[in-house]
């Protein structure tokens, strides 16, 4: 299997597909897994799926530093390293999109463009920061079960891939989501926003009342932006609207990404 190592840990990814290369980068503890309806973009990109710390196949018991969102950027840019690939476009979802943000903030030389599937800059709501602080209780009580149910019944309808993810879930280290979910609700990236100068995708789900309300933090910082907005979904944009979310990102790579690289 591949791994990267980095420092003291282990970090597992796959790749799949050939072109243009697109990188996924999930909440935490809920690993690769989480895009698994995202394969058919393999047909167009290169997808590059990454288990962070604490996630799926990689390292789980991890040290504090280690949890810290710019960690978890330099994560990414390690396996892209491994793989000689000069910039990729950078997917993230939910809590992902922090990584995801902070990449783009420092390497923004290897950013072709990003993409926010319900994300947002900072924890600054009341229903999101009431969401994290219910993460990081949980994770004290070491509930890493609940987790695996919660999780997995909101993000899948087959039982399959419910008992699948549920498996890695429950192997996390309670103590090092804790310090994630932490580490998540420190992070601030609001007023850097507007050093964001690649092609950005927003996707929110329209039933979204936790990070959708975060779509004028970007509206208003960011310049080349487009915003998106699913119908008949909350959250969980990527697994219940799999067939969607796909289309509007392969169509605004063309748009967008594809026009570029072509002008470059």
């Not at 943000?101 to 009341?126: C, M, R, W």
């Not at 392969?250 to 690289?261: A, D, E, N, P």
Request: charged content about 20%; overall charge positive.
């Amino acid at each position: 299997m591949p791994f990267v190592k980095h420092n003291n840990s282990r970090i597992y990814y796959e790749v799949h597909g050939s072109g243009q290369p697109l990188v996924f980068v999930h909440p935490p503890v809920m690993g690769h897994l989480t895009f698994r309806s995202q394969q058919p973009l393999s047909e167009h990109y290169q997808l590059i799926y990454i288990d962070l710390f604490n996630s799926g196949k990689s390292s789980h018991h991890v040290s504090e530093n280690e949890v810290e969102v710019a960690y978890l950027a330099e994560t990414i840019e390690a396996v892209l390293t491994k793989l000689t690939i000069q910039s990729a476009i950078i997917c993230g979802y939910s809590n992902g999109c922090s990584v995801a943000i902070e990449f783009a903030l420092t390497y923004s030389h290897k950013t072709d463009g990003l993409i926010l599937l319900s994300g947002f800059p900072e924890v600054s709501t009341f229903f999101l920061d009431r969401e994290f602080q219910v993460g990081i209780w949980a994770a004290k009580k070491e509930w890493m079960s609940l987790f695996a149910y919660v999780l997995t019944k909101n993000h899948f309808r087959s039982k399959r891939e419910q008992d699948e993810m549920a498996r890695w879930i429950k192997r996390a280290d309670p103590h090092s989501l804790k310090e994630m979910y932490e580490a998540g609700k420190r992070y601030a990236a609001t007023e850097r926003l507007k050093q964001l100068t690649m092609p950005i995708l927003v996707i929110y789900g329209k039933r979204d009342l936790f990070s959708a309300p975060y779509m004028i933090h970007f509206l208003q910082e960011i310049k080349e932006i487009e915003v998106v907005l699913v119908s008949k979904v909350a959250h969980q944009v990527p697994t219940r609207t799999p067939n969607e979310c796909n289309t509007i990102i392969h169509q605004w790579i063309k748009r967008h990404i594809g026009k570029r690289l072509r002008h470059n």
